[in-house]
């Protein structure tokens, strides 16, 4: 067994209906087994200059079940030959919407331009199940270990502080 399967059978697959709507191009589709994301395909020749973004059709509409969503995600291998992301990632696929998918890409280069031609694997698409939320409004939150920290507030990012980098240099002697 190359990949893990459920010994359970839990977690098969989803019913999703599809409406080709070029069709000389494929359904979404897995490459490998085990894969989260189905390729999406661009029915267009498209040529995004450095910077520029641009709306690209996907030749299908889907219906999914009451209570999962499709995520548009970008494609690894273009953001990181190309620079090639989706501006909105992840988009969001509701159940109810009943249009094509388009995805909103983006040549995040600032030289090259970059083409694609009409069939090229543009995005992935990842159908998950989604839980509907119940807001309350209320005076005060219930404390929590993090609280209002947010925006980098863990660290990691921190530039170093010139005052302390120029004394740890010249508290350093040689050996």
């Given at each position: 067994?190359?990949?893990?399967?459920?010994?359970?059978?839990?977690?098969g697959?989803?019913?999703?209906?599809?409406?080709?709507?070029?069709?000389?191009?494929?359904?979404?589709?897995?490459?490998?087994?085990?894969?989260?994301?189905?390729?999406?395909?661009?029915?267009?020749?498209?040529?995004?200059?450095?910077?520029?973004?641009?709306?690209?059709?996907?030749?299908?509409?889907?219906?999914?079940p009451?209570?999962?969503?499709?995520?548009?995600?970008?494609?690894?291998?273009?953001?990181?030959?190309?620079?090639?992301?989706?501006?909105?990632?992840?988009?969001t696929?509701?159940?109810?919407?009943?249009?094509?998918?388009?995805?909103?890409?983006?040549?995040?280069?600032?030289?090259?331009t970059?083409?694609?031609?009409?069939?090229?694997r543009?995005?992935?698409?990842?159908?998950?199940?989604?839980?509907?939320?119940?807001?309350?409004e209320?005076?005060?939150?219930?404390?929590?270990?993090?609280?209002?920290?947010?925006?980098?507030?863990?660290?990691?990012?921190?530039?170093?502080d010139?005052q302390?980098?120029?004394?740890?240099?010249?508290?350093?002697?040689e050996?």
């Amino acid at each position: 067994m190359t990949t893990w399967e459920d010994p359970a059978g839990a977690g098969g697959p989803v019913e999703v209906l599809v409406r080709r709507l070029d069709p000389d191009l494929p359904l979404p589709a897995y490459a490998h087994p085990g894969d989260a994301g189905a390729d999406l395909v661009t029915t267009q020749d498209v040529v995004l200059e450095p910077g520029q973004r641009a709306m690209v059709p996907t030749g299908v509409a889907i219906a999914l079940p009451a209570g999962y969503a499709a995520f548009v995600h970008p494609r690894s291998g273009l953001a990181h030959r190309f620079g090639v992301g989706v501006v909105n990632a992840p988009g969001t696929v509701d159940a109810g919407y009943r249009g094509e998918i388009k995805v909103l890409l983006v040549n995040h280069d600032r030289t090259d331009t970059v083409r694609l031609r009409r069939g090229d694997r543009i995005a992935q698409l990842v159908v998950q199940r989604v839980e509907r939320a119940r807001f309350h409004e209320v005076e005060l939150l219930p404390g929590s270990a993090r609280g209002e920290g947010g925006h980098g507030s863990t660290g990691g990012f921190e530039a170093p502080d010139p005052q302390t980098a120029q004394t740890d240099q010249t508290t350093k002697t040689e050996v």
